[in-house]
């Protein structure tokens, strides 16, 4: 991978806004721990839809190349309720030769507190022959050049 594209990777940010539906959440009415597995996995795919042209990641995956996770690291710091909005930041924190690491953060819309942020490593497969496969190769196939 060429240095510009990694810098470009690496300073690009997303954000996506999820409403909490009642399904996400516990007898409390929060959201659940698990289900911020799910925001965050949103936050990757508006992520990475917002850099590939004209392929959406759900192509990809459809063309057989996906990112599988290999590892995460959640930090709770509060919680979300049925009904509210959080947004989901989304960026790049490292890249290897098969695998990225992405960080993302869970805001309330409504007062902007942090509610949750993880670091989670995913690893580029070629699913149809189960082999890793270059990110940079990936990223120079997909990725916006304008």
Known sequence: MNSDMKARLLNHEDQCKIKVRFNDTDMMGIVHFKNYMVYFDDGFVSFMNSLLSPKRIEDTVHEGTAFGV???????QGSA???DYVIVETQIKKIGTSSITFQHEIFRESDKTLIASVECVRIAMELNKNKLVDVGGFFSKYFKLE
């Open 81 to 83: 309720k049925f009904g």
């Open 70 to 76: 290999k590892k995460v690291e959640i930090t709770y």
